[in-house]
């Protein structure tokens, strides 16, 4: 037996405090009776939301993958070189925020519908970490503008904004680490576009808690039960992120 506002966030519906509010609204049932708060429920039950019926899933698959370059994010099976078809994975997983194809590292993915809202969130700021190599020498001047804040124009994708203050922290000649709470479309790539430089390699090294590790290129792990308690605790929680450059 399991509570039914746990029931509909494993299933991926919503968070518990949601689902709360849509029992109480009357949209659930549960065997075709309306459903009451802090009632509880097993699989063999038939649960609704409206017209929808509801089926948790058997088994919450949290992975850590390591992107190679040249693979897409998407779940367009058309698209060749999609990360579903790359990764061949048993149970039916996606991903949990994009890498663009040139970029690699580390993705996040699940079954988890509830994990991937609560990650996505813009306004938790959850943090992402990438290692980045440029065609010119890194200066303390272009850590500074990277960290302070970038205006990245784009008329096609519909981008003029100035990036969030972010931490910059300079580690080789051509190399630099950045972490952004955000994630405008090849963000990295446009801000150091507007400040004159290329970007040559792009790795994502961590997402909030989890980190690539050792892990080589198409390899991928399930998340260990410590990794799996702080990325959930994690992503409840807003980040008001630590802002600024540093070297």
């Known amino acids: 037996m399991m509570r039914l506002n746990k029931y509909l966030s494993e299933a991926g519906v919503c968070s518990r405090r949601e689902a709360d509010r849509l029992i109480e609204s009357g949209r659930v049932t549960v065997d075709g009776k309306k459903a009451s708060p802090g009632m509880k429920v097993e699989d063999s039950q038939t649960v609704r939301v409206g017209k929808r019926i509801i089926k948790r899933a058997d088994e919450k698959v949290v992975l850590a993958v390591n992107k190679p ?74 850590l500074h503008k990277m960290g302070r804040g970038v205006r990245i124009q784009d008329k096609e994708k519909g981008i003029d904004e100035v990036t969030r203050p972010c931490q910059v922290t300079g580690i080789g000649k051509y190399t630099f680490s950045i972490v952004l709470t955000q994630g405008l479309n090849r963000q990295i790539r446009r801000m150091c576009g507007a400040l004159g430089f290329k970007v040559t390699r792009l790795v994502r090294v961590r997402i909030m808690n989890i980190e690539l590790g050792a892990m080589k290129p198409g390899e991928y792990r399930k998340l260990n039960e410590q990794e799996l308690k702080e990325l959930y605790e994690q992503a409840e929680t807003e980040n008001a992120g630590t802002g600024g450059a540093f070297k």
């Open 69 to 142: 370059v040249g693979i897409v994010c998407t779940e367009d099976m058309r698209v060749k070189g999609n990360i579903i078809r790359f990764l061949k994975y048993p149970v039916r997983v996606t991903y949990a925020g994009r890498l663009d194809k040139d970029s690699e590292g580390l993705l996040i993915m699940t079954n988890d519908g509830e994990l991937i809202n609560r990650m996505m969130r813009a306004r938790y700021r959850h943090e992402k970490e990438y290692k980045v190599t440029v065609n010119r020498e890194v200066t303390e001047e272009f």
